[in-house]
């Protein structure tokens, strides 16, 4: 069964909940997870994608958009989309977007990033999961 994490920001940048899915993907990355960051469009895919190059000084991620994704890509360990994830997705997911529709289930590890502006609706997600049997899990962030 999906393993459910909030990871609830005290950081009020802009950037932080992108920042902090940066950090929290590169770990992934480093213990051998494949992770899809699901985002609510195309425009903060392509944000997404170009702070994973420069996040952080010396990381790398190796990370592609789905609208830049292989079809026959299996060696891509991190994908950023705002819809359905590809095939071969199925380990870690980062919400960045909101919604996660039917698909969350399909991975063992669901990650929430929540904002400080976003507490409300991420108690209504957290009662979603709770009500369904998911095993839950929240941490604090201080800001940095």
Known sequence: MTEVF??????EADDASARFACRLTEKAHENGHRVYLHV???EAAQALDALLWVFRQGSFVPHATTATLESDDEL???V???GEPPPGFDDMLVNLGGDVGGFFSRFARHNEIVAPADVDHARARYRFYK??????TTHKIAAS
């Open 80 to 82: 950023i989309g705002s």
């Open 40 to 42: 609510a469009d195309d």
């Open 6 to 11: 909030f990871y609830i920001l005290e950081d």
């Open 76 to 78: 891509t360990p991190v």
């Open 131 to 136: 009500d369904r049997g998911y095993a839950l």
